[in-house]
């Protein structure tokens, strides 16, 4: 398993896709596409996720700001993420 992983690696950006989807039907290749692309935007709905909580716990337990000011900003930052 190693070593087909590190043949792989060696190999051009053609070999590689031939050697990656050798022995699959067009349908397989064309779902393991489409997932590949699910996958991405998941990971980028994450990090945005991610970005925008810190955010907010960073704004939230900040004491100097009064409640007003903090709702102002919880609502702002939700509002501009949608």
Known sequence: MIRNELELLEMTGYDRGTAEYRGMEAADIRLSRELEGEK????????ELSLENWILKEVLEKKTLEPVVKRQLVCRLRSSSR
């Open 40 to 47: 991405r935007l998941l990971k980028q709905m994450y990090a």
